[in-house]
């Protein structure tokens, strides 16, 4: 079957625009998460989803960022004003039920920020 | 402090020899899993395999396998007979618990491996 999907692959944006990142989780796949992988940090837990329970947004970094998930299925991370530290691939995974399954990535978004 | 170390930032192979990568773990949990990912060149994160931290046997998927030493708190990828195609970065990860039953991935830092022809 399809696997997660995201959309744009490449992002490239200027320093204090908002832009929006978009993921298509696993068909049946309850659990929705986000991770940015840049060169300093490596890869960072940003914020989860499972069913209807409220997000975990622990690892936001900043309240520039936000995300939700509508209707328990595609999920769109928004970053506002935008700083070129933000530059980085956002990855987006889901799994079955979260606390004990696999979680399958999709190809990332890469954004950039001039 | 970190909780999970791979102390190989690049590991070259022969094609057709065996490599093992490394990792170790820190976690007070009981119960925790432990992955590891591939990611090409291309950037997408592959799924390779799991051991769950009850597990009695070390896991294996095709030409990996999972070397998990629980009291030392290691949880070594082996990959048998390397083919070109796995040149690429590998991550360990485990699976930690988080605010209100959530949960999510703390990666290591990752390897790079090479292999030669």
């Known amino acids: 079957g399809a696997g997660v999907s995201q959309s744009p692959s490449n992002k490239v944006t200027e320093k204090g625009k908002d832009v929006e990142l978009r993921c298509d989780p696993i068909?049946?796949?309850?659990?929705l998460y986000w991770y940015r992988q840049s060169l300093g940090q490596g890869l960072e837990f940003l914020i989860y989803f499972q069913g209807n329970s409220a997000p975990d947004k622990s690892g936001l970094p900043s309240d520039r960022f936000s995300a939700e998930r509508t209707g328990g299925s595609v999920s769109t991370l928004t970053i506002q004003r935008t700083q070129q530290e933000d530059s980085a691939v956002y990855l987006c995974?889901?799994?079955?039920?979260?606390?004990?399954?696999?979680?399958?990535f999709g190809p990332g978004t890469r954004l950039t920020v001039l | 402090a970190q909780k999970i170390t791979q102390t190989q930032p690049g590991m070259f192979v022969q094609e057709k020899e065996a490599v093992t990568l490394d990792c170790t773990y820190d976690t007070s949990d009981p119960s925790y899993g432990l992955f590891w990912y591939k990611q090409p060149s291309s950037g997408e994160m592959i799924f390779l395999i799991y051991?769950?931290?009850?597990?009695?046997q070390n896991a294996t998927e095709g030409r990996y396998s999972l070397n998990f030493q629980k009291a030392r708190k290691s949880a070594n990828l082996v990959i048998s007979a390397s083919q070109l195609g796995d040149s690429a970065m590998y991550f360990c990860a485990m699976r930690e618990r988080g605010q209100g039953g959530s949960e999510k991935l703390v990666f290591g830092k990752g390897t790079k491996l090479t292999v030669n022809p």
């Open positions: 051991q769950g931290s009850y597990d009695q």
């Open positions: 995974a889901s799994s079955r039920h979260g606390r004990t399954d696999t979680q399958y």
């Open positions: 068909s049946g796949h309850t659990a």
